[in-house]
């Protein structure tokens, strides 16, 4: 239990300290990791590189790094995916794609210990956020650190992608990626291309309220959708909603991203006062794989598909 809710919850504690191809995710097909990059480098830019992180601090890696600790699934998963899988020593406690990440040493990325890092030997760790003082202490061992926050919207996510394929030497990889994955939105946003109004959704993040709000890669998803998110008005990335208000937005879809914990159509539907919510009593309750939604990464068009099936089924089958 512990497990499933912290993968469900890390974009949401992250910030709060500062869906496959579209048939599969409409016809629940088996889940595929993004397809790797070869693991030599390409030609970026010459390094040194300048970097500038979600602190607005500038990093400069002089040569491509060899030791990577990276600590957020996400991270993980892009730098797979951009060729520097070879890189990483170490990775975040939750990590559990590609397949080839399994094996290696998993630290924790909500409370991570400097020494349980520094023996790893990094010449480059790549954080989250920034709990008492970690990026300091790292850089107090002359290690690199680079802190990137959960990016608030698509093209975010691209660029941070981007980032970590030039802090690795494989830019051109990054940009082949971010190719792909724009051709998959495109191929999806084609589709409602008529669509003046989506229906009203609420994401539930896990089972004491909290969503995903403005300012999120998620909330950006479904302006993607042209959905509407009963979270929009709270001004936040990740609030926690009161249920009196949730039921008087009266959600048409409802949205789950907390099924690892135990939630479903059916634990809602039994809650009080939920009955008389649109999306309970059409039947459109839907639970979604946490690990898709909170992501990210490269599989963050995966979650845009997942997302289309659920939102618009009669146009996407």
């Known amino acids: 239990m512990k497990t499933a809710i912290s993968k469900a919850l890390w974009p949401l504690l992250a910030a709060l300290v500062t869906l496959v191809a579209l048939a599969g995710a409409c016809g629940g097909g088996e889940e595929v990791p993004p397809q790797a990059a070869s693991q030599s480098p390409s030609s970026g830019p010459p390094f040194p590189v300048a970097l500038t992180d979600s602190d607005g ?46 094996a290696k040493p998993k630290l924790s990325g909500f409370n991570p210990s400097v020494e349980e ?51 690795t030497g494989h830019l051109d990889d990054a940009h082949r990626v971010i190719t792909e994955m724009r051709g998959r939105i ?36 479904y302006k993607t959708l042209k959905a509407r998110n009963i979270a929009d008005g709270t001004g ?8 009196e208000e949730i039921i008087k937005a009266n959600p048409q879809v409802i949205i789950l991203a907390d099924m690892d914990a135990g939630e479903s159509p059916q634990t809602v539907a039994s809650r009080s006062g939920w009955s008389q919510i649109a999306a309970v009593r059409d039947g459109r309750v839907y639970t979604v794989d ?17 997302l289309a099936c659920l939102l618009y089924p009669e146009r996407f089958r």
Do not use: C
């Open 290 to 306: 946490p690990n898709i939604v909170s992501q990210p990464g490269p599989r963050l068009v995966e979650a845009l598909e997942a």
């Open 57 to 102: 601090k500038q990093v400069t890696l002089t040569t491509a790094p060899q030791r990577i600790v990276a600590l957020a699934p996400s991270f993980v998963e892009t730098l797979y995916a951009v060729g520097a899988g070879d890189s990483i020593v170490a990775v975040d406690e939750n990590t559990d794609l590609p397949k080839e990440a399994a």
């Open 186 to 221: 495109d191929a999806v946003t084609v589709k409602l291309a008529d669509v003046e109004q989506g229906p009203t959704v609420f994401h539930e993040i896990d089972s004491t309220y909290y969503t995903a709000g403005p300012g999120s890669f998620v909330d950006d998803l």
């Open 117 to 167: 890092i520094a023996a790893q030997n990094p010449d480059l760790v790549i954080i989250s956020f920034d709990p008492g003082g970690l990026r300091e202490s790292l850089e107090r061992l002359g290690i690199k650190v680079l802190n990137l926050s959960s990016p608030e919207s698509v093209e975010a996510t691209f660029g941070q992608i981007e980032l970590l394929g030039s802090a």
């Open 236 to 243: 936040k990335p990740y609030p926690q909603m009161d249920v």
